[in-house]
Every structure is written in structure tokens, then in C-alpha cells.
């Protein structure tokens, strides 16, 4: 049995209790211990039952450790009240013969007209009197004033005084049923009693003036309600969500819904400090009743918010009365309130709706878990639910870093992934990545979604309960969303329930409502569906009960759904399937595409694509093809090692012959060699292969204008600007007589331009096109000459028009450097367009410069403060090298315009 609380529960306890830990070595100290805090606790029972009925009798005030353990003054009187407790035996008269003697000193101020009001003197006392104490206090010569109150025996002159109970757990029980008269609060009664003894008890020490004013005790009470009610505390530092909304809005009932952890409470303290109206916080306890709520929320409302009669003499009647009553009262008194009601999803529907339509003008926020009757509310309120959108990015980032990580934006993209952003969530994801992975982000990432972590998590805890209500179906299919990971039309959803033999759509229409309710699955105004991202990685992985046709048939129809969907998230989740289900041909032509490497690709296909450029067992043709792509990667990265490596297995599979090679395979062995020459400075080198290459290379052709860019764009990388922009601009010139465009025509919408993109033989010549723009941009650059925006703007339309995502942010953020200087607002507005892009198409690696840039303009626009607090923001985030340098310089022109030279 573990130690009791404050309040010992009964008067046995020297008896019977036992310790947590090990017992004290002396005994007979612990008993002398337990007597005396017993009887401090037995007196300040006491004096909670005396403020109880204080104001009934009419009291001025109750004093505690003065002249006596405790003192009542009242019109003309003044009561001295000693405590005194026995664990066993009778009280006797050596027991209270000192407080006699002391009395008469007190008695003799009183006579003087020190002290006003006739005194008495009342021992309380739990044991019975003995015999000769009884006597006593029935001769003639036992003062009229001093008077023995003792179990069974009531006082004759105070009736209101509580007759004194034979043990702690009476005296409590007693207090308690006295507290629950007050009408007052929505303190349960003994939650009451615990926190008027610890006031009495504060108030011994020496503080509060040691005593307690009757006509203080309505406020007093009030604080309680407003301590034990309040909001939770919010932590020292708040992290807001990505898009904090206020407390309350137009409507006059907000629903927000989510699962434990996902910051409602937090949000709602830290919005209600901004509420312009006066806000009651309550929360609704397991099992409680309607009908108890509504009564709380009413004597709630009424001590907060009203003052004398109006908010201590409520109505009788029916809670539902009792709350009408209040608002009333608030409605008369010009008070219009805000009301959060946490946990709403305790309270049946029916009686949300009374205690709703009972405070007709107040604002309610109602704070639930996602539960089934949740669409029955919102239907009869008219309202739709809203959720948090949980941390972005930089808050993860930020939350990180406390912890002793350090993360990049993908890999905290990837968190937000696997826990839906929940603050709880992430908190514990990393405070889990610095103790069990040191502080290795990836690596947690990774052994979370694959389920491979050693230690649970709450989230886990939490979700896996909504998982175990769910039937076989409805199990089923959350698994087939998790399959999916991206959002599925019904229709689509069913094509894949049908693939594992869930054929029935009445069946499966009612398992997809069994997810709905615990809020397992979200939907999309488009009428798609798709789990909750928090809960896949808890849901039950679908593929690992079935049998291997039965898998690769599911991967086969998904990949079918999703095919040839523009959608990033839908095209990354097609080429990842691509891998799985053994077409690495059709990755691989999608690598070919001009444009494969303006977009988001999974990390997956790099592994695939290695595997095929390994085996030798694959087809030449295709092992070529893989090699390029990873060369690609390679270069990008600025990886010259592996880009070496891929060159010359490319160099060795092209020399060793195979029926489909021609002129694009020996022109992708030049361009491959281009890229590794001209980093490296080997102009030489350089001059040599281009010569070989374009000797061999029919002329005029799309390999031809291909062999050439790239060979213009190794003379870039190897500082022979001006030959490098010569080549680029004749190349800008046959591009456009190819493509039958005029300068004009560049200028026209981007939709007109993209369908002239799409319906013409070569529309990869598009992008080349731009990418020669681009080019005349960056040689502009290294000769420092700042006359490049319109071959920025026209490269910009081009990738547009082509769907060159990566390369329009690239000359997006040409153009903002140019107009910067003469209108920061439009620069602003522009990297923000492009800062939307980059989230919109999963460009991750790009988001970090994009912000520093608009960092520098939001300085140069006057906001300093601003740019300084972005930049501190992406300090916090794991940098690669050239993201750093890109950080300090920016930060340093920063400070050079909050803090200019002297000319």
C-alpha cells in the first residue's frame, strides 16, 4: 500500500502503513511524527469545516495561530478555539489545564478593553473527556466561558460550530459533505476541502495576515475555481502551429478535433491570452454526466464573471435552468463570454447541443478527440471541424535542436511525415533520436518508418488504441491506404480492396466509416482520402500478410492508379512502385526525359537504378542509361568521385558495342566526360573529346544542339567565359529557328507557350533553349555584369512552359536579384511564388536558399529585424557547405544595411 496523500484516509495508519523505500531506523520518532502532523492536520480540518459556515453565522473573520489554534470573531464576541486530538484514550484535564491558564491572560485583555467583544474559550477535542474532566466541567467554580465540544456533544451557544469528529477521515468526510452546500463553484467538494486546509495551513506560517475575512471567502473561492480550472500552463517557450488560429472566430461555435498530443489545449491557453473577450476554460472529466457539467459550467461562469447576489444566489432547478439563469445574468450584466471545453467528445451529442443552446451569445470552442458522432455534431451545429496543421518545418527544425540534433529541412520534412507534425509527437521523436540513435535524425527516421526501433512511442500508444477497435475490413483497408501513401479517390480505393478480395462496396463503405470516426483518415475537398500521416507508421503493414501474386498484384494496380499523374506526390509514389514491381525499363526512359531531374524523385529510384548499373546481368543498353542518371545525380551533387566512376563505366559498356547504340548514346558518353572535365579544369581534355564527339555527331540534329550546350557548359565551369557565352548565344539563335519562335513569342502567357511546348516534335528543345538562357545568365555573373534579366525573364517563361520546375526557382531568383534594388516589394513577392514552388513540388534542397534570399530584400525593404530573425531560423538547420557560405554572406549584407558605412 503506497503513502496516502496530503490527508490521511483513516486512524489507523501507525498500525498498518507501509513506506516507499526503506522504513526510518527510529521508530518511535516516526510514531511521534505521525501524532503530530496528525493533529495540525486534524486542526486545520477544523478550521475548513468553521470557514464553511462562517458566513451562516455570521462571522467577521477566522484567525488562526494567534492567542489560540484558531479564533472566530463575531459581532459582539470572539471565540478562542483549542484543537486538541488523542490517537487513543480520553482527554484530560492535564491535557487543557495550560490553555486555561493562558486563557485567563487573554480573558484579562478583554476586561480592560484591550480587546472588544466578550471572549470564550471552546476546546475541541476528538477523544472523549474522562471522568474527572467531565466533572470538572460540571461544578460551580468552572468558568461560564470556557466550554468542551467533543464527539457526540454539540455546542449549546454556537450551534454552527462543527461538532468535532473522532478521526481524520470523519473530520474529512464531515468537510466534505458541508462543502458540497456551497453553491458556489464547480470544485468537487473534497477538491474544496484539500485546497481550503492547505490555504489554512499557508496561512499558519505566517502568511495571508494569518487569518481569513468572511466576506473574503466568495473571492476566495472564486480563485479556486479559477486555479483548479484554468488552462493547463503552457510551456516556458510556446511553438505555435504552422497557421495559429485565434480563440474565437465569426461563428459562434469553433470545433477543433485532433488526437492527444496534437497541442489543442496549449494552443487554446496561448490564443485565450490574445481573446479579447473574457474566457472560462473547462475540462470535461471522464464519466462525468451532462447534467453535472452543465451545473459545473453554470456556478463556473457565474463566480468568474459576476459580481455580489448574481454570482453566489443561483436558481434552483434543473442544471439546463440553472445555466439559462447565468446567462441571463451575464446577457443582462453586458458580458459576452468565450468558453473552451476541453475533451468535448466525453459528452454525448444531445447534451453538447442543450448546454450550446443555453448560452445563446457566448463563444464556445469546443477541444475533442476525433470520435464516431463527431459528422452528427457538425451536421446539427452546421459547422465543420477544424485541425491544427501541427509544426512546420523550422519549429520541428527548432524543437530539434534543443535536443542536440541538428536536421536539414528534408529530414525534418520526413518527421513531420512520420508524426503529422504533432507537437507531442515530435517532441518525443526527438528526445528518441538524441538518447537512442545520437542524435542521428536520418537514422531515426528511418528505423521509425520501418518500424525497427527498440522503445515505444505515445504516439504509437495512442493510435495503436484507435487501431484495436477497427474490424478486419476496416483494418484492411487502412493498410491499403498506407500502401497507397498518397491521397486515393474512393473508386481508386476500392480497385485496390477488390485486388486483395474485398469486392463488396456496401462493405467497405462501412468499414471506411468505422476509420472515419476515430479520425484515422483525412479528406480532401476533391473527394480524395488518405491516412492520417501520424498513423502509418503504426497501422498494420498490408503486403505482410499476403502471399507474393497477391502483393505484386496490389503494387501492380497501384502503380496503374497512379501513372502518368502531373501530381508530385503521385508521380514520386509511381516511380518508387516502378522499382518494386521490376519495370526498371520504364524508370529508366523517365530518366531520359529532359525534365526527370527538374522535379522531386525518391531516394528509392537511385537505389534501383544502381542496382541495374551494377548488374551484369542486365542489358547493356540499360546499364548505359542507369549510369547516365547517376552521373547526373553525381555532378549535381558535385560528387566528382562517383561521377568519375560513372563516366568510365559508361566510357567501357559504350566500347564494348551493342545493337541500339548511335549517335544519343556516344553523345551522352561526351556530355557525361564534359562534366568531369570542365570542373576539374582539364580544358585539354576538355577540347579533345569535344572534337571527337562532335566529328561522329550528325549535323544539324537534336544531338548536335545537345553536344554543343554541354560543351558550352563545361567551358563555364572551366573559366572560359567568353568562348562559353559565344557558343551559348549561336545556340540560343538555332534553338529558336528550330523551334519557329521569335523574341516576342517568349513573352506570351506560359499557357500559350506550353501548349506550343507539348504539341511540337522536339519539346524537350523547350528546356534546352532555356538552359542556354540560363547559361548567358550565369556567364553574365562571373563577368560581373548585372545586364542578364531579359535572358533570365525568357529562361524563366521557357522552364515554365516546359515544366523545368528546378531550373524556373533557379532563374525566378535571377530576377528577384535584379529587381531587388529598385522594388524590393515585387522581389518579396516573387521569392515568396517561388518559395511556394519548391514546398509545392518537394524541392527541398532548395527551400534554405530561396529564404536566405528573401531574407537580404526583406532587409533591403526595411525590415531588418525580420530578415535577422529568418536568418536565425535556417542557422538552426543542419547546412551543407554551400548553404553555409550562402548564409554568411547574406548575414553579412544583412548587417551592412542595418549598419551602414560612413561615406
Not at 106 to 125: F, M
Not at 524 to 546: I, S
Amino acid at each position: 500500500m503506497g503513502v496516502s496523500g496530503a490527508v490521511p484516509q483513516g486512524d489507523d495508519h501507525d498500525a498498518t502503513q507501509e513506506f516507499i523505500g526503506e522504513p526510518p531506523l527510529d521508530t518511535a520518532q516516526q510514531l511521534r511524527i505521525r501524532a503530530t502532523h496528525r493533529g495540525f492536520t486534524y486542526q486545520n480540518l477544523y478550521a475548513v469545516g468553521c470557514l464553511l459556515r462562517l458566513r451562516d453565522a455570521g462571522a467577521e473573520s477566522l484567525l488562526v495561530e494567534r492567542d489560540e489554534d484558531l479564533e472566530v470573531v463575531l459581532p459582539g464576541r470572539r471565540l478562542y478555539l483549542q484543537v486538541k486530538t488523542r490517537k487513543s484514550g480520553a482527554l484530560v484535564w492535564s491535557d487543557i489545564r495550560d490553555a486555561l491558564d493562558q486563557y485567563r491572560g487573554v480573558r484579562a485583555e478583554h476586561d480592560a478593553g484591550r480587546r472588544s467583544g466578550s471572549p470564550s474559550l471552546i476546546v475541541i477535542t476528538n477523544a472523549q473527556p474522562g471522568p474527572d474532566l467531565l466533572g470538572r466541567t460540571v461544578a460551580v467554580d468552572w468558568p461560564s466561558d470556557v466550554h468542551l465540544l467533543y464527539p457526540g456533544r454539540p455546542s449549546e451557544a454556537e450551534a454552527w460550530l462543527p461538532t468535532p469528529a473522532p478521526d481524520l477521515k470523519a473530520m474529512m468526510q464531515w468537510c466534505t459533505a458541508e462543502a458540497s452546500n456551497v453553491r458556489f463553484a464547480s470544485l468537487k467538494p473534497r477538491t474544496l476541502v484539500e485546497k481550503l486546509a492547505a490555504r489554512v495551513q499557508y496561512a499558519s506560517t505566517g502568511a495571508l495576515g494569518q487569518g481569513f475575512a468572511a466576506a473574503d471567502l466568495a473571492q476566495l473561492f472564486e480563485q479556486f475555481v479559477q486555479e483548479l480550472q484554468a488552462f493547463p500552463e503552457t510551456p516556458d517557450t510556446y511553438r505555435p502551429q504552422k497557421t495559429d488560429p485565434e480563440l474565437v472566430g465569426e461563428q459562434p461555435v469553433r470545433l477543433v478535433v485532433g488526437y492527444s498530443g496534437a497541442g489543442k489545449t496549449t494552443w487554446a491557453a496561448d490564443a485565450a491570452k490574445r481573446c479579447s473577450l473574457p474566457v472560462t476554460y473547462c475540462d470535461v472529466a471522464d464519466g462525468v454526466s451532462a447534467d453535472a457539467l452543465v451545473e459545473s459550467l453554470a456556478r463556473e461562469l457565474a463566480a468568474r464573471h459576476l459580481s455580489g447576489p448574481a454570482g453566489t444566489e443561483l436558481p434552483y432547478g434543473s442544471s439546463l435552468d440553472v445555466l439559462r439563469a447565468v446567462h441571463r445574468r451575464l446577457e443582462e450584466a453586458g458580458i459576452i463570454v468565450a468558453v473552451v471545453l476541453d475533451n468535448a467528445h466525453r459528452v454525448p451529442v444531445d447534451g453538447l447541443r442543450a448546454l450550446i443552446a443555453a448560452l445563446p451569445t457566448a463563444q464556445l470552442v469546443l477541444l475533442a478527440h476525433p470520435w464516431p458522432d463527431q459528422p452528427v455534431l457538425e451536421t446539427h451545429l452546421g459547422i465543420a471541424s477544424q485541425v491544427l496543421p501541427g509544426w512546420s518545418v523550422d519549429t520541428v527544425v527548432e524543437v530539434f535542436a534543443a535536443e542536440g540534433c541538428r536536421t536539414d529541412y528534408a529530414t525534418a520534412q520526413r518527421v513531420i511525415t512520420l508524426t503529422g507534425g504533432l507537437p507531442l509527437y515530435v517532441g518525443q521523436a526527438a528526445v528518441l533520436a538524441r538518447s537512442q540513435y545520437g542524435a542521428d535524425v536520418a537514422e531515426f527516421c528511418d528505423a521509425f518508418g520501418e518500424g525497427t526501433h527498440a522503445m515505444s512511442t505515445a504516439q504509437e500508444r495512442i493510435l495503436e488504441r484507435a487501431f484495436a477497435g477497427l474490424g478486419e475490413t476496416a483494418t484492411a483497408l487502412a493498410g491499403l491506404l498506407a500502401l497507397a501513401e498518397v491521397p486515393l479517390k474512393q473508386d481508386e480505393l476500392q480497385l485496390l480492396a477488390a485486388g486483395m478480395g474485398l469486392a463488396s462496396r456496401s462493405v467497405n463503405g462501412r468499414a471506411l466509416r468505422e476509420l472515419v470516426g476515430p479520425g484515422l483518415t483525412q479528406s480532401f475537398g476533391d473527394g480524395h482520402l488518405k491516412l492520417h500521416d501520424a498513423a502509418r507508421p503504426v497501422v498494420p503493414q498490408v503486403l505482410e500478410g499476403l502471399d507474393e501474386e497477391t502483393a505484386d498484384r496490389l503494387q501492380r494496380i497501384l502503380c496503374q492508379i497512379v501513372e502518368g499523374d502531373w501530381d508530385p506526390a503521385r508521380r514520386s509514389r509511381w516511380m518508387r512502385l516502378l522499382g518494386s514491381t521490376g519495370q526498371i525499363g520504364v524508370l529508366i526512359a523517365l530518366t531520359e526525359e529532359e525534365g526527370f531531374f527538374e522535379r522531386d524523385y525518391p531516394r528509392e529510384v537511385r537505389a534501383d537504378l544502381a542496382d541495374t548499373a551494377r548488374d551484369p546481368a542486365s542489358d547493356p543498353a540499360l546499364r548505359l542509361d542507369a549510369h547516365n542518371a547517376l552521373a547526373a545525380w553525381a555532378f549535381n551533387e558535385r560528387d566528382m568521385e562517383a561521377l568519375a566512376s560513372h563516366v568510365h563505366a559508361m566510357e567501357t559498356i559504350h566500347r564494348a558495342g551493342h545493337p541500339d547504340f548511335g549517335p544519343r548514346e556516344a553523345m551522352l558518353v561526351a556530355s557525361r566526360q564534359f562534366r568531369l572535365y570542365g570542373p576539374a579544369g582539364a580544358l585539354t581534355q576538355l577540347r579533345r573529346a569535344f572534337a571527337e564527339a562532335h566529328a561522329q555527331t550528325p549535323a544539324p540534329s537534336r544531338f548536335d544542339r545537345g553536344l554543343r550546350y554541354e560543351y558550352a557548359g563545361a567551358l563555364w565551369e572551366v573559366g572560359e567565359y567568353r568562348e562559353a557565352g559565344k557558343l551559348a548565344a549561336g545556340l540560343t539563335d538555332t534553338y529558336m529557328d528550330h523551334l519557329g519562335l521569335t523574341h516576342p513569342d517568349i513573352l506570351l502567357p506560359v499557357e500559350v507557350l506550353h501548349e506550343r511546348c507539348v504539341s511540337h516534335a522536339t519539346p524537350d528543345d523547350f528546356k534546352r533553349l532555356a538552359d542556354c538562357f540560363g547559361l548567358l545568365v550565369k556567364i553574365a555573373r562571373k563577368l560581373n555584369r548585372m545586364d542578364f534579366e531579359p535572358w533570365a525573364l525568357w529562361a524563366f517563361k521557357l522552364y515554365n512552359a516546359s515544366g523545368a520546375t528546378r531550373s524556373a526557382i533557379d532563374s525566378g531568383q535571377d530576377l528577384a536579384d535584379v529587381e531587388c534594388w529598385t522594388n524590393p516589394a515585387g522581389a518579396l513577392k516573387q521569392l515568396d511564388s517561388l518559395l511556394r514552388a519548391a514546398q509545392e513540388n518537394n524541392l527541398l534542397d532548395m527551400i534554405v536558399g530561396i529564404r536566405s534570399q528573401r531574407a537580404f530584400v526583406l532587409a533591403l525593404a526595411g525590415d531588418v529585424p525580420g530578415a535577422r530573425a529568418e536568418m536565425e531560423a535556417l542557422a538552426r538547420y543542419d547546412l551543407t557547405p554551400s548553404e553555409s557560405d550562402d548564409i554568411r554572406h547574406q548575414s553579412q549584407l544583412i548587417e551592412e544595411i542595418a549598419n551602414p558605412s560612413p561615406r
